[in-house]
């Protein structure tokens, strides 16, 4: 028996069972949502004479009211308690009644502002933060760079997660799974006609983002340091409805070398906005992205395209499991949205003269000088240490959601509705196959 539960727990623990189980939730949700529509379908073609039988139910229940005899059930008996009640609570109103309490007094040179306000100005500013060092430094670039050039994600190999191309886009997506820490993922996105300033204000601009990210709620800037370009923003992002919202603080600073541009933003500590369990905080937070021009996979020998790579890593405080099926699942949703959002951008910038408060912003950069060499992440996605087990994942992120299995989900939920004990049995055997496929 001993024997029996060790090797349970040893399969219990294993990533494939954890992915098994999200995959059960994921196939149960068409499943019931087919239901649903079913029992919404059906009762809007129900016939006649369910309306005639819940008119006669109705008129029996109206008949049994008014066979009740006037008494300490009866309606006159409540009419009389409720206005009793309301009398004593108006007797009593007075003496109840709390004194407010007095006045306080304000120091000198003490503030008017709520408490919990923010007022913005260069003196509120240094009093939160000493200096810019707590903000994005070199240190964040060296750091961005040391990616970008695979130093610092050791012996982990690079996976491939999803590769497409558009008639104006190119994109390409991998992750590492380091031992300790969260997933990394990195991705490669070729934007043709674009110049590397205008996606560099596109990234930039959280305002104009709220028109185009749905998962992204709320967006301040908080602080700004004009000297160097650095802000710190205030993010709080929608989650599915089984967890909560994100919350992130974060700053961001642009570096220029060349027409190349490096955008790194991180976590940063705030002390004016503490902590809350709803929504809950991101205090590990690391996205950065080199931009710079290219040659145009469809224009030889024009520099017409921009290419932007992307360095990403959270800590979302959810199973990595769990999110690593759910990005690979909405992935390519994420990136349509980014294209169409860039698109709008580039339409509005072509038809409007003045310049928004983060692209002026963006345009404070700090001068550097790297030289830039193409590391891993530049090379065709076609190496050898990308691992065989993520085709399948890759495959049914390329051709997105499969509607065929609204129609599966449909006939069995017919089933189902005649005989509810095979449930079960149809979401085991689903992730049973779809386990075997990979």
Not at 34 to 50: E, F, K, Y
Not at 292 to 301: I, T
Not at 342 to 368: C, G, P, W
Request: with cysteine.
């Amino acid at each position: 028996m001993v024997g029996w539960c060790e090797e349970a727990v040893v399969l219990l623990r294993r990533p494939a069972v954890a992915e098994m189980a999200v995959d059960v939730l994921l196939c149960a949700v068409p499943i019931w949502a087919a239901v649903m529509i079913g029992l919404a379908v059906g009762w809007s073609w129900r016939p006649r004479w369910t309306g005639l039988l819940f008119l006669g139910l109705r008129s029996r229940l109206r008949i049994l009211w008014l066979w009740v005899p006037p008494g300490p059930r009866g309606p006159e008996a409540l009419a009389r308690l409720h206005r009793a009640l309301r009398l004593l609570r108006r007797a009593q109103a007075p003496l109840l009644r709390i004194p407010p309490p007095p006045p306080q007094r304000q120091a000198p040179g003490q503030s008017h502002l709520p408490r919990g306000s923010c007022r913005r100005g260069p003196g509120r500013r240094r009093t939160i933060f000493e200096g810019e060092q707590d903000t994005v430094t070199e240190k964040d670039l060296e750091h961005l760079l040391q990616l970008l050039d695979n130093k610092e994600s050791g012996d982990t190999a690079r996976q491939n997660l999803m590769e497409r191309t558009t008639s104006n886009m190119t994109y390409k997506a991998w992750r590492r799974e380091p031992e300790e820490g969260p997933i990394m993922y990195c991705s490669r996105t070729i934007f043709e006609d674009a110049t590397p300033e205008l996606v560099r204000d596109f990234f930039w601009d959280g305002d104009f983002r709220l028109k185009w990210d749905p998962m992204l709620a709320y967006s301040k800037t908080l602080d700004e340091f004009p000297q160097s370009g650095a802000t710190i923003v205030h993010w709080i992002k929608k989650f599915p409805f089984f967890c909560s919202d994100r919350e992130y603080i974060f700053g961001g600073r642009i570096w220029e070398s060349g027409k190349t541009y490096y955008c790194v933003t991180k976590g940063v500590p705030y002390p004016s906005l503490p902590k809350k369990e709803k929504p809950r905080r991101v205090e590990l937070y690391f996205s950065s992205w080199r931009i710079r021009a290219v040659q145009s996979p469809k224009h030889v020998g024009q520099q017409s395209a921009c290419e932007v790579t992307l360095v990403h890593y959270e800590d979302m405080g959810i199973p990595k499991d769990v999110a690593r099926v759910a990005v690979r699942h909405g992935m390519w949703g994420a990136v349509k949205k980014l294209q169409s959002g860039f698109r709008a951008y580039q339409q509005m910038r072509d038809t409007e003269n003045t310049l928004s408060h983060s692209a002026i912003m963006a345009r404070v950069t700090t001068k550097i000088s790297i030289t830039d060499s193409d590391g891993p992440l530049d090379q065709d996605s076609s190496m050898a240490d990308e691992t065989s087990d993520e085709d399948g994942s890759s495959q049914a992120v390329q051709h997105g959601f499969d509607w065929k299995w609204v129609v599966v989900g449909g006939a069995v939920a017919a089933v189902c509705v005649l005989n509810t004990g095979l449930v079960g049995k149809v979401l085991l055997l689903g992730a049973a196959r779809r386990q075997a496929k990979k």
